[in-house]
């Protein structure tokens, strides 16, 4: 997610506690929160599909081929 829009969630937040936010500023809240999640979700993802593992054979196993297509077959 791009600074400026962490930023602007920021901004939100601290308007929030201040003195409120209006109905369209609430719903931009929620929007720039979700995209945030969703990117957190698809960074953290990536990097779970990215881990390797040694057995006690020795052999390596790359965890993301073990069970990274799982949440794609759920959806």
Known sequence: MEQSKINRINELYRKSKAEGLTEAEKKEQALLRKQFV???????TAQLNNIDIQNEDGTIENLGEKYGNKSKKLS
């Open 38 to 44: 969703a990117d957190v979700k698809k960074n953290l």
